[in-house]
């Protein structure tokens, strides 16, 4: 069964403060793995990964993968409050189906 | 451009009672699907579709129903709602190919 696992499952830091997200997964047929923000609604994307070893990047957000030893991780530098969300870490398949992990939720105090 | 568009944004029901949550998107995406979020267990997949005419089951397809008869179109349908389906639904879609999910804004659901 198509498993997908992320850690910790809750963090709290101050701004400033740099994290890293982890997610592990088991998928049979991997295609990609992809990140999203989750606020009040719909999640939003952040990246998707398809090579190991390749780091992207956004403004204070960056993200890389590891296929051989199945994992991602997400990183944010100098977090801000505006960085408090759940994020979502999703492995697809060439069935075109999403696993969702759980999520992270992290918090950002002033 | 809309994107994904989902009706209603809340919904009250009985046990026992049926509805209809709508999905629709303008993105001529050829992949769509229904997800249910609950508390701790992240996004779990319910039923998908890649193209008019055709469904399958996900992860927990129990008590739902799919029919995709146009591209822009995906209705769910809760057949007789229990309090167990009591949840946040998401639809989204994707292009055809290795391309991100797109998702609309979530109907919350309230089976008493």
């Known amino acids: 069964e198509d498993k997908v696992v992320q850690s910790p499952l809750s963090l709290v830091v101050h701004e400033g403060d740099t994290v890293t997200l982890n997610c592990s997964y088991e998928?049979?047929?991997?295609?990609?793995l992809l990140w999203y923000k989750q606020e009040k609604k719909a999640p939003t994307f952040l990246f998707m990964l398809t090579s190991s070893g390749i780091e992207k990047k956004s403004g204070r957000l960056s993200s890389i993968l590891d296929k051989k030893e199945l994992f991602s991780i997400l990183n944010i530098t100098a977090t801000q409050t505006g960085d408090s969300a759940v994020y979502l870490c999703?492995?697809?398949?060439?069935?075109?189906?999403?696993?969702f992990g759980p999520g992270t939720r992290l918090s950002v105090l002033p | 451009n809309a994107g994904v568009t989902q009706t209603p944004k809340f919904q009250v029901l009985k046990t026992g009672q049926s509805m209809t949550l709508q999905c629709a998107q303008d993105m001529n995406h050829e992949y769509m699907s229904w997800y249910r979020q609950d508390p701790g267990m992240g996004l779990r997949l319910i039923h998908y579709s890649v193209g008019a005419g055709i469904t399958d089951q996900g992860e927990v397809p129990n008590g739902y129903n799919v029919s995709r008869s146009t591209t822009e179109d995906f209705p769910l349908r809760l057949l007789s709602a229990a309090p167990s389906q009591t949840s946040v639904y998401f639809c989204?879609?994707?292009?055809?190919?290795?391309?991100?999910?797109?998702f609309g804004n979530g109907t919350r659901l309230t089976v008493t």
């Open positions: 989204a879609s994707s292009s055809r190919g290795n391309s991100p999910l797109h």
């Open positions: 998928v049979t047929n991997f295609r990609s």
């Open positions: 999703a492995v697809a398949n060439y069935g075109q189906n999403f696993v």
